[in-house]
Protein backbone atom coordinates (compact mmCIF):
# COMPACT_ATOMS: atom_id res chain seq x y z
CA UNK A 1 0.00 0.00 0.00
CA UNK A 2 0.77 3.44 -0.75
CA UNK A 3 1.61 6.28 1.13
CA UNK A 4 -0.11 9.34 0.14
CA UNK A 5 2.34 12.13 -0.60
CA UNK A 6 3.16 14.77 2.33
CA UNK A 7 2.67 18.19 0.99
CA UNK A 8 4.90 20.74 2.64
CA UNK A 9 2.28 22.89 4.19
CA UNK A 10 0.41 20.16 6.15
CA UNK A 11 2.86 21.22 9.25
CA UNK A 12 1.73 24.52 8.86
CA UNK A 13 -1.20 26.61 10.87
CA UNK A 14 -2.59 29.41 9.44
CA UNK A 15 -3.52 31.90 12.24
CA UNK A 16 -1.61 34.73 14.07
CA UNK A 17 0.96 34.23 16.63
CA UNK A 18 0.57 35.63 19.97
CA UNK A 19 2.59 38.44 19.94
CA UNK A 20 0.34 39.84 16.97
CA UNK A 21 -2.96 39.25 18.80
CA UNK A 22 -1.37 41.11 22.06
CA UNK A 23 0.01 44.28 19.70
CA UNK A 24 -3.42 44.74 18.30
CA UNK A 25 -5.44 44.31 21.52
CA UNK A 26 -2.89 47.11 22.91
CA UNK A 27 -3.54 49.37 19.91
CA UNK A 28 -7.28 48.81 20.61
CA UNK A 29 -7.37 49.90 23.95
CA UNK A 30 -5.12 52.90 23.39
CA UNK A 31 -7.32 54.15 21.06
CA UNK A 32 -10.65 53.69 22.58
CA UNK A 33 -8.78 55.42 25.44
CA UNK A 34 -8.53 58.29 23.15
CA UNK A 35 -11.77 58.23 22.10
CA UNK A 36 -13.56 58.37 25.77
CA UNK A 37 -11.35 61.33 26.77
CA UNK A 38 -12.38 63.18 23.57
CA UNK A 39 -16.08 62.61 24.41
CA UNK A 40 -17.52 65.91 25.28
CA UNK A 41 -19.99 65.60 28.44
CA UNK A 42 -21.71 68.87 27.50
CA UNK A 43 -24.41 67.70 26.15
CA UNK A 44 -25.51 65.35 28.69
CA UNK A 45 -25.49 68.26 30.68
CA UNK A 46 -27.36 70.97 28.90
CA UNK A 47 -29.76 67.82 28.44
CA UNK A 48 -29.73 66.79 31.61
CA UNK A 49 -30.46 70.36 32.83
CA UNK A 50 -33.02 71.19 30.20
CA UNK A 51 -35.03 67.86 31.43
CA UNK A 52 -34.91 69.14 35.27
CA UNK A 53 -36.29 72.48 34.89
CA UNK A 54 -38.70 71.51 31.89
CA UNK A 55 -39.69 69.00 34.97
CA UNK A 56 -39.56 71.65 38.09
CA UNK A 57 -42.10 73.97 35.09
CA UNK A 58 -44.72 71.11 34.68
CA UNK A 59 -44.19 70.66 38.70
CA UNK A 60 -45.26 74.06 39.52
CA UNK A 61 -48.20 74.28 36.31
CA UNK A 62 -49.17 70.96 38.22
CA UNK A 63 -49.91 72.30 41.12
CA UNK A 64 -51.34 75.29 39.70
CA UNK A 65 -54.13 73.67 38.53
CA UNK A 66 -54.65 71.24 41.00
CA UNK A 67 -54.46 73.72 43.60
CA UNK A 68 -57.10 76.87 42.17
CA UNK A 69 -60.26 77.24 42.98
CA UNK A 70 -62.29 76.57 39.86
CA UNK A 71 -63.35 80.44 39.04
CA UNK A 72 -60.55 82.51 40.91
CA UNK A 73 -56.90 82.38 41.31
CA UNK A 74 -56.07 82.35 44.41
CA UNK A 75 -52.92 79.97 44.18
CA UNK A 76 -50.28 80.74 42.02
CA UNK A 77 -47.38 78.64 41.13
CA UNK A 78 -45.01 79.03 39.06
CA UNK A 79 -40.53 79.20 38.69
CA UNK A 80 -38.22 82.20 39.00
CA UNK A 81 -35.43 82.27 36.99
CA UNK A 82 -33.36 85.62 39.61
CA UNK A 83 -29.96 84.81 38.00
CA UNK A 84 -28.83 82.98 34.95
CA UNK A 85 -27.55 79.80 37.05
CA UNK A 86 -30.17 79.89 39.89
CA UNK A 87 -33.86 79.65 39.88
CA UNK A 88 -36.45 78.55 42.72
CA UNK A 89 -40.49 77.22 42.28
CA UNK A 90 -42.62 79.19 44.04
CA UNK A 91 -46.56 79.33 45.89
CA UNK A 92 -48.57 82.05 46.50
CA UNK A 93 -51.93 81.83 48.23
CA UNK A 94 -53.40 85.29 46.35
CA UNK A 95 -52.18 86.07 43.46
CA UNK A 96 -52.70 89.96 43.80
CA UNK A 97 -50.10 90.20 46.15
CA UNK A 98 -47.59 86.96 45.19
CA UNK A 99 -43.63 88.02 46.30
CA UNK A 100 -42.09 84.89 44.79
CA UNK A 101 -38.67 85.50 46.65
CA UNK A 102 -41.15 85.06 50.07
CA UNK A 103 -42.94 82.05 48.75
CA UNK A 104 -40.28 79.72 47.70
CA UNK A 105 -40.94 75.87 47.89
CA UNK A 106 -38.37 73.06 48.03
CA UNK A 107 -38.45 71.89 44.15
CA UNK A 108 -39.01 67.92 43.58
CA UNK A 109 -36.06 65.86 43.92
CA UNK A 110 -33.79 68.78 45.61
CA UNK A 111 -32.09 69.53 48.53
CA UNK A 112 -32.28 72.98 48.52
CA UNK A 113 -34.73 75.81 47.75
CA UNK A 114 -32.61 77.67 45.62
CA UNK A 115 -31.49 75.09 42.41
CA UNK A 116 -28.07 76.71 41.30
CA UNK A 117 -26.40 75.38 38.01
CA UNK A 118 -23.18 76.87 38.73
CA UNK A 119 -21.53 74.09 39.96
CA UNK A 120 -22.05 72.07 36.94
CA UNK A 121 -21.24 75.08 34.33
CA UNK A 122 -24.56 75.55 33.34
CA UNK A 123 -26.35 78.42 32.38
CA UNK A 124 -29.68 79.85 31.67
CA UNK A 125 -31.46 82.88 29.67
CA UNK A 126 -34.74 83.31 31.26
CA UNK A 127 -33.89 85.58 33.42
CA UNK A 128 -37.61 86.16 35.47
CA UNK A 129 -40.87 84.75 36.08
CA UNK A 130 -42.77 82.06 34.89
CA UNK A 131 -46.09 81.76 36.63
CA UNK A 132 -49.20 79.98 35.64
CA UNK A 133 -52.92 80.45 36.48
CA UNK A 134 -55.77 77.51 37.02
CA UNK A 135 -55.48 76.94 33.58
CA UNK A 136 -52.19 75.85 33.42
CA UNK A 137 -51.48 78.61 30.91
CA UNK A 138 -48.16 80.86 31.33
CA UNK A 139 -47.57 84.68 32.75
CA UNK A 140 -44.49 86.32 32.94
CA UNK A 141 -45.57 88.12 36.23
CA UNK A 142 -46.17 86.18 39.71
CA UNK A 143 -49.63 88.67 39.39
CA UNK A 144 -50.99 86.76 36.35
CA UNK A 145 -51.70 90.45 35.11
CA UNK A 146 -49.51 90.38 32.47
CA UNK A 147 -50.66 87.97 29.59
CA UNK A 148 -47.99 86.72 26.93
CA UNK A 149 -47.70 88.01 23.62
CA UNK A 150 -45.34 85.27 22.59
CA UNK A 151 -44.16 81.59 23.63
CA UNK A 152 -41.28 81.61 26.24
CA UNK A 153 -38.05 80.71 25.32
CA UNK A 154 -35.41 79.23 27.68
CA UNK A 155 -31.96 78.04 26.45
CA UNK A 156 -30.19 75.94 28.59
CA UNK A 157 -26.53 75.88 27.62
CA UNK A 158 -23.09 74.73 28.73
CA UNK A 159 -20.14 75.85 27.14
CA UNK A 160 -20.95 75.52 23.13
CA UNK A 161 -24.08 73.48 23.78
CA UNK A 162 -27.85 74.05 24.40
CA UNK A 163 -30.99 73.05 24.62
CA UNK A 164 -34.18 74.78 24.19
CA UNK A 165 -37.20 74.76 26.50
CA UNK A 166 -39.76 76.49 25.19
CA UNK A 167 -43.73 77.47 26.97
CA UNK A 168 -46.18 77.81 24.75
CA UNK A 169 -48.18 81.31 25.61
CA UNK A 170 -52.28 79.81 25.05
CA UNK A 171 -51.92 76.67 26.30
CA UNK A 172 -49.13 76.37 28.73
CA UNK A 173 -47.94 73.54 26.48
CA UNK A 174 -43.97 72.75 27.87
CA UNK A 175 -41.35 71.13 25.18
Known amino acids: MR ?3 VSPNRFCVRGFTMLELVVV ?3 LGVLSAVAIAR ?12 DTIK ?5 AQMRAM ?6 ENHHVWGVNFPTTSTYYIFHCTTASSCNPATNQVLAPGSESIVI ?9 NAAGIVAFDRFGRPSS ?10 DIGITVSYGSDSKGVTIVRESGLIQ
Do not use: Q
Not at 39 to 50: K, L, P, Y
Open 3 to 5: KPP
Open 25 to 27: LIL
Open 39 to 50: VDRGSANATAWS
Open 55 to 59: AHLRY
Open 66 to 71: NFGPLY
Open 116 to 124: DMSGDGVNV
Open 141 to 150: DATLSTELTS
